[in-house]
């Protein structure tokens, strides 16, 4: 497995709320968010952070061999 130049990671900070009035919140999760640095990525440092599920969108996880961009492989 080669590693990617371009890829990049984020600490993402995602607060649960309390599911009954009166109930204590749960302790935020926080997971980590991959996306990709380059100009052609589906998956952008904005995806990945904001949007909802956006850490799981970027499959390749850093592998050369599972890159999204067809060029790129």
């Known amino acids: ?37 380059h100009a052609a990525s589906p998956v952008d440092r ?3 952070v904001t949007v909802v599920g956006g850490a799981k969108l970027l499959t390749c996880g850093g592998d050369v061999a599972k890159c999204m961009i067809p060029d790129k492989r």
């Open 1 to 37: 497995m080669s590693k990617c130049e371009f890829h990049r990671t984020e600490m993402v900070t995602s607060r649960a709320h309390a599911a009954h009035s009166g109930r204590r919140e749960p302790p935020p999760q926080r997971t980590l968010a991959g996306y990709c640095a």
């Open 46 to 48: 904005l995806k990945a």
